[in-house]
Nanobody, 126 residues
Framework: QVQLVESGGGLVQAGGSLRLSCAAS????????????MGWFRRAPGKEREFVAT????????YYADSVKGRFTISRDNAKNTVYLQMNSLKPEDTAVFYC???????????????WGQGTQVTVSS
C-alpha cells in the first residue's frame, strides 16, 4: 500500500506560480518511491479528470499534456519520497483539484495508476 499526500495548492493570480508536492509513504520500512512511476492529474469543475504530467521511476523521462507543456515541470526526489509539480505562467483555466498518483508504468491514462492522493485545490484568478 502507498499513501500519497499532496500539498502546495492555493489561490494565485494569473501569470503566477505554484509548486505542488506529493509526499509518499508505505506500510513497510522498506518502502521506496523509486519503484513507482508517478503522475499528476487534475479535475476542473464540471469536467473529467485529465492527465497533466508523468515521470518515470528514475526521473529521466517525462511527458506532459499539450495544455501545460512549457509551463509545468514534473520532478522527483526519491531520497525524500516526494514528487513535485512546478507550475508557472498559470492561467484561469488551470483551476482544478490536482492529484498525484503512483503506478507501475509511465502513462497518460489514469487507469494505469494504482494509488491516488486526496488532491489539492489550485485556483487561478484572472
Amino acid at each position: 500500500q502507498v499513501q500519497l499526500v499532496e500539498s502546495g495548492g492555493g489561490l494565485v493570480q494569473a501569470g503566477g506560480s505554484l509548486r505542488l508536492s506529493c509526499a509518499a509513504s508505505g506500510h513497510t520500512f522498506a518502502f521506496a518511491l523509486s519503484v513507482y512511476n508517478m503522475g499528476w492529474f487534475r479535475r476542473a469543475p464540471g469536467k473529467e479528470r485529465e492527465f497533466v504530467a508523468t515521470i518515470n521511476w528514475g526521473g529521466d523521462s517525462t511527458y506532459y499534456a499539450d495544455s501545460v507543456k512549457g509551463r509545468f515541470t514534473i520532478s522527483r526526489d526519491n531520497a525524500k519520497n516526494t514528487v513535485y509539480l512546478q507550475m508557472n505562467s498559470l492561467k484561469p483555466e488551470d483551476t482544478a483539484v490536482f492529484y498525484c498518483a503512483a503506478g507501475s508504468r509511465i502513462s497518460y491514462s489514469d487507469k494505469d495508476y494504482n494509488y491516488w492522493g486526496q488532491g489539492t485545490q489550485v485556483t487561478v484568478s484572472s
